[in-house]
Every structure is written in C-alpha cells, then in structure tokens.
C-alpha cells in the first residue's frame, strides 16, 4: 500500500509563491508517474502538472511558466513550485502516484488560497 502526504499549502497573495512536497512510502515512487491535481468546489478535479521516472514533464496551460514540477527519487518526494500565484490557482491539491502496473493512488489533499 502506497501513501501519500502533502504539505506546503497555506494562505499567499497574489504573486507570491509557494512550494508543495509529497512524500510517498513504498519503494514503487522510482518507477512510478507522480503528479499535482488540484479541485475547487463544484468543479472535477484537474490535472496541474506530472513528472514520469525519465524527467519528462507536462503541465496545463493555465501553469505553464509559473509552476515547475520536480521530483526527488532518493527521497520518494514530488515537489510543486508555484510562482506569481493567482487568485485562480486557489484550490485543493492533491498529489498522485501511478505505479507501473496503473494503480493509481491519491493524498490527502493540501489547500492552497491566493487572496489579498
């Protein structure tokens, strides 16, 4: 059983920045595709950024520029760096772990408010 713990979420005004982490237990994380979701009330959750064991990255477009995913493998943690926040970006955000068999696995989730 893999699991998940977020933490680096809090209050930030716009333009400021935060940084997410997710440690994982288990020792699948090397092989495994990590990524950041996020979810906002009444809305489905969506995909922010994923990182796969190679390095290769992808983001959504409404974070290409300002959010850099990257990962640790030494100590099974994915990091989100979030700069120029907006309020927009205001959500809960997840990480998630897809190993190599296609088991995916969720955090706990993490709230991230970008208000003045």
């Known amino acids: 059983q893999v699991q998940l713990v977020e933490s680096g979420g809090g209050l930030v005004q716009p333009g400021e920045s935060l940084r997410l982490s997710c440690a994982a237990s288990?020792?699948?994380?090397?092989?495994?595709?990590v990524g950041w979701y996020r979810q906002t009330p009444g809305k489905q959750r969506e995909s922010v950024a994923t990182?796969?064991?190679?390095?290769?990255?992808t983001y959504a477009d409404s974070v290409k520029g300002r959010f850099t995913i990257s990962r640790d493998n030494a100590e099974n943690t994915v990091y989100l760096q979030m700069n120029n926040l907006k309020s927009e970006d205001t959500a809960v955000y997840y990480c998630?772990?897809?190993?190599?068999?296609?088991?995916?696995?969720w955090g706990q989730g993490t709230q991230v408010t970008v208000s003045s």
């Open positions: 998630s772990l897809v190993s190599g068999l296609g088991s995916r696995y």
């Open positions: 288990g020792s699948i994380f090397r092989l495994a595709q």
């Open positions: 990182i796969i064991n190679g390095g290769k990255t």
